[in-house]
């Protein structure tokens, strides 16, 4: 681990870099690592379901999680857990989330989109840009009434005892906070193995490669005709949203999933934003 972020600190040395841990394990040469080589910057993803130890346990996961996001918190680490509204999540309901909330000694949560990985690994399929057409696992409708239903039952006891959610505290006019809202241009994701991509989810799927550090140049994949034409459909993707008053500041929302499901609700969630506005008038 050591040597990638190295390598990574010696290829883009003016680069943030980012921890990206799933805190089942927090031993002290990882708080001692995040501490002296990420600056503290650190994060972690969590669901309400679909995350196993490894005997299988789903309970026996969430125990050891919560164990090591603590730790980092307790440090003086401020870990930002990004919970997936996936269906096992939504299933559970807001009052569960919000319990597992309370327990934990974390303050800054945020919510991500899900995508279904495993059902796009058995067909995958790439636009013509070599962004890939990531499937939900959820309609939008559902995610982000989950998220309404969190904010109007839940949000005041939270704020009470510290926890802020970066979603309820956006502001009208103010960029979208969600994960990658027109990042394409600004992610760089180095492999293990020495393989580069751009979005940190695509670091499985061989086809968003942009080049390998053996045999490559780091500016030469920067300037490559795959990452270029991501950034151009990223940017063509916002069109579809030309006629929705919060583009300007939305911007399409995540940029890796489509910007309409038919649900009736989009990738950006309009609804919380018409409530924003509606909060802010």
């Known amino acids: 681990m050591q040597l990638l972020i190295d390598t990574a600190r010696r290829v883009l040395p003016c680069a943030r870099q980012t921890m990206v841990t799933n805190c089942f394990s927090v031993p002290d040469w990882l708080v001692a690592m995040v501490r002296a080589e990420f600056g503290g910057l650190v994060e972690t993803t969590f669901a309400l379901g679909h995350k196993f130890s490894l005997a299988g346990s789903e309970a026996v996961y969430q125990e050891r999680f919560l164990a090591g996001l603590n730790k980092f918190w307790i440090e003086g680490i401020p870990c ?15 009052q569960a989330l919000a319990d597992l909330m309370l327990k934990s000694q974390c303050k800054a949560w945020e919510f991500d989109i899900s995508v279904d990985f495993s059902r796009f690994l058995q067909d995958p399929i790439y636009h013509a840009s070599s962004t890939p057409a990531l499937p939900l696992t959820v309609p939008y409708q559902e995610a982000w009434s989950f998220l309404v239903d969190l904010r109007d039952g839940h949000y005041a006891k939270l704020k009470e005892s510290g926890i802020r959610i970066g979603a309820f505290e956006q502001k009208i006019e103010a960029d979208n906070t969600q994960f990658n809202v027109l990042s394409e241009d600004r992610f760089l994701t180095l492999n293990p193995d020495g393989t580069v991509t751009t979005n940190p989810l695509y670091s499985d799927l061989d086809e968003t490669f942009i080049g390998d550090l053996h045999l490559v140049d780091i500016n030469e994949m920067i300037a490559s005709r795959n990452r270029l034409s991501r950034v151009s459909y990223e940017r063509k993707r916002v069109r579809a949203c030309r006629e929705c008053q ?36």
Request: proline share 4%; aromatic share 6%; hydrophobic share 35%.
């Open 80 to 94: 930002v857990v990004n919970v997936e509204l996936n269906a096992e999540t939504v299933r559970m309901g807001t």
């Open 246 to 281: 919060h583009v300007s500041y939305c911007r399409g929302g995540p940029a890796h999933v489509p910007v309409f499901d038919g649900s009736g609700e989009c990738a950006g969630g309009l609804r919380l934003w018409d409530s924003l506005r509606l909060q802010s008038a």
